[in-house]
Structure formats: structure tokens, C-alpha cells
């Protein structure tokens, strides 16, 4: 029987059905992380808005990041939660279409964060006379307004494409939320635009940020090459080394999803190569950023002294 889309109200968000007896588990796990995403997003805001010593470009882009991440999670991980306890694995026509937009323009704005945060860093290292200059109150909001913005008109025009298309066949989607190859996947017909559209905007949104990134390190490590003391040039590969492993996580597992034709997508795997960037990086975003930043170390501790005073004299 075919449908098309003004037939359709609603999807069905199969998930992880075909492991239902480790659905428990997977909430407990995914719950888990979820609330340590929020939590520790949060401190990061919180610690850098209220210490005066964190109002520079690098902690401005650290904020942008955190709270970016609490969105990008957001508008995914709670329907997979529910749909993980509830029979009804159903969402909504509009509803679906508004988790993939903004899962998109978030993917996008995460993309671009993390190539001004980069080239912050390229900077301060490469050019530090003149950081101060280069790297202004103005550059550095701009640089954020432009993140954000940068993937609205193509992934609004990617949603709506996807959402206007003729659906047929069933309406069960093997994925636990609206992504673009699962919905590509229901679609009658030819959907060579629809392909041609997500290359398009992979290259725009994820490739051309990627290789600023890239460029903006082999400088840094250039630089860093040439610095006299060994624990300086150790410090400074190290922080390099966590910044990309996430940079090569988020971008590497995204890329294998979407740069696929759609002759050699494998959605079961698809699905779960798209935990390591809907999951892992607001998770661990938290950690390599700000808890293992001795500057942050130092304002968090501030902030948990206003809070407790009475239990951190008492521990001294």
C-alpha cells in the first residue's frame, strides 16, 4: 500500500526494538549520561558567566559550546528516553520534522564552533602580540552569530525538501529519532536531490569547518614544535590531542553516515555510529573543555564555596 505525505500523521521511531531486552538498560545508561550532559554543560556556563577571570574569546566559545550541546542533545535524547519505557514509539508529522530541522541547524552550529574555537586557539598561540586585536569582543560574537546561523537556510531547506517529499510503503523509521538517512530511506521515488542536497551541505556545514580546523592546528603544532621546555610543549600537544579526538568523533562518525550513497547505507549501523555524535561529545564536552582546565578547576571551586561555605570550612 503506498501513502503519501498528506496521509501521514504520524512515524514510528523503531529505535532499538530488535535489542528490546536491553532496552532497560540502555535507558538507565543513556538516562545517566544525559543528566551528566545537562549537569556538567551547566557548571560550565555557570562557572564561566560568574568568574570575572574566564570573560575572554576562549571561555565566550567554551559557553556557546556547552549551551549548543545542551540543545543538540536535547531535541533528541528525551523522545529516545521515552520511546525506550513506552509501547508507543509513535511521533508526530510536525513533530518530526521539527526534531530533525533543529538537530540539523545545531549539527551545523556545532560544526562552525568548533572551528572558531580552532582558530582562537591558533591565535593565541601562533599570533599572541596580537590576540588582544585579532581576537575582539566584536570578532568573537560575531564568530558565534555566524555559527548559529550558518546552517539555518540549508538545513531548513533540507527539512522541508525531506517533509514535502511522497512517502510510501510503512512509516516506521529505524533510527530513535528523525534523521535524514532513516527519513530518506521512506521516501517513494527518486531521491537523487535529496542526496545530491545532503552532500551539498555536508560539504558546506562539516568539510570546509573540518579543514579550518585542521589548518588552524597544523600551525599550532608548528609553534608548539619550537617551544624551548618539554613540559610546555607536552601541556600543549595534550590539550591539542583532546580537542581533536572530539573534533575527529563528531565530524569523522557524522561524515560516515551522511557522505554515504544512499546504495551503501546500513541503517542498523547508522544508528549507532550516530551515538558517537549525538551522544559522546556533550558528554565528554565537559571534561576535555573545562573540568580538566586548571581555570576552570579554580572557578568552580569558587562557586562551590559561595554555595557551601559551611561545608568547605569544615573540610578544612
Not at 544525559?34 to 577571570?53: F, H, K, P, R
Request: one cysteine or more.
Amino acid at each position: 500500500m503506498r501513502r503519501n505525505q498528506s496521509m501521514v500523521n504520524n512515524f514510528l521511531l523503531l529505535g532499538f526494538t530488535n535489542l528490546s531486552d536491553l532496552e532497560g538498560l540502555f535507558f538507565v545508561v543513556f538516562l545517566t549520561i544525559y543528566l551528566l550532559t545537562l549537569t556538567g554543560n551547566s557548571l560550565i556556563i555557570m562557572v564561566t558567566l560568574t568568574d570575572q577571570a574566564l570573560h575572554n574569546p576562549m571561555y565566550f566559545f567554551l559557553r556557546n559550546l556547552s549551551f549548543l550541546e545542551i540543545c543538540y542533545t536535547s531535541v533528541t535524547i528525551p523522545k529516545m528516553l521515552e520511546n525506550l519505557l513506552s509501547k508507543d514509539k509513535t511521533i508526530s508529522f510536525l513533530g518530526c520534522a521539527f526534531q530533525m530541522s533543529i538537530f540539523l541547524i545545531t549539527g551545523a552550529a556545532e560544526c562552525y564552533i568548533l572551528a572558531a574555537m580552532a582558530y582562537d586557539r591558533y591565535v593565541a598561540i601562533c599570533q599572541p602580540l596580537h590576540y588582544t586585536l585579532i581576537m575582539s569582543s566584536c570578532i568573537s560574537y560575531e564568530l558565534v552569530v555566524a555559527s548559529w546561523l550558518a546552517g539555518v537556510p540549508v538545513q531548513l531547506g533540507q527539512t522541508i525538501l525531506v517533509f514535502t517529499s511522497n512517502f510510501c510503503g510503512s512509516n516506521e523509521i529505524n533510527h530513535f529519532f528523525c534523521d535524514i538517512p532513516a527519513m530518506v530511506n521512506l521516501i517513494c521515488g527518486d531521491v537523487s536531490i535529496n542526496e545530491l542536497i545532503a552532500q551539498v551541505e555536508v560539504a558546506l556545514l562539516a568539510v570546509i569547518p573540518f579543514a579550518l580546523v585542521l589548518i588552524s592546528y597544523i600551525s599550532i603544532v608548528s609553534t608548539i614544535l619550537k617551544i624551548p621546555s618539554v613540559e610546555g610543549r607536552h601541556k600543549a600537544f595534550s590539550t591539542c590531542s583532546s580537542h581533536l579526538i572530539v573534533v575527529v568523533v563528531f565530524y569523522g562518525s557524522g561524515m560516515a553516515v551522511y557522505l554515504k550513497p544512499k546504495s551503501s547505507h546500513s541503517l542498523d549501523t547508522d544508528k549507532f555510529l550516530s551515538l558517537f555524535y549525538t551522544v559522546l561529545p556533550p558528554f565528554i564536552n565537559p571534561l576535555i573543555y573545562g573540568l580538566r582546565n586548571k581555570e576552570v578547576k579554580e572557578a568552580l571551586g569558587k562557586v562551590l564555596l559561595i554555595l557551601h561555605p559551611r561545608e568547605t570550612n569544615r573540610h578544612r
